[in-house]
Nanobody, 124 residues
């Protein structure tokens, strides 16, 4: 079992920044990759970014490349999503999820454990 808890969401103006955190427990933290997904009202959950267990390999969806950075501190059992230059279309509930060898890292079905989500709202 893996437990994930997100934090750091909030309300920010266009162009602002937020840093989300995802704290993991229950299994050896560096044994699994962690992805961030988001879901806006009325839309499907979409992939944002993923980081490997070691932290050496990262992937991003095109719409956030250059603005978002995913990182992890395995000593603190935490994955971060630094979000800069935020836009209103980034407004969503953000979820982190754990995978043990995702073949399709952009597919939510590849992830085994999920956090409860944290709301990010970007005002125009």
């Amino acid at each position: 079992q893996v437990q994930l808890v997100e934090s750091g969401g909030g309300l920010v103006q266009t162009g602002g920044s937020l840093r989300l955190s995802c704290a993991g427990s229950g299994r050896t933290f560096n044994s699994y990759g962690v992805g961030w997904f988001r879901q806006a009202p009325g839309k499907e959950r979409e992939f944002v970014a993923r980081i490997s267990g070691s932290g050496r390999i990262t992937y991003y969806t095109n719409s956030v490349k250059g603005r978002f950075t995913i990182s992890r501190d395995n000593d603190k059992n935490t994955v971060y999503l630094q979000m800069n230059s935020l836009k209103p279309e980034d407004t969503a509930v953000y979820y982190c999820a754990a995978d043990f060898g995702a073949v399709d890292r952009g597919n939510s079905a590849s992830y085994d454990y999920w956090g409860q989500g944290t709301q990010v709202t970007v005002s125009s």
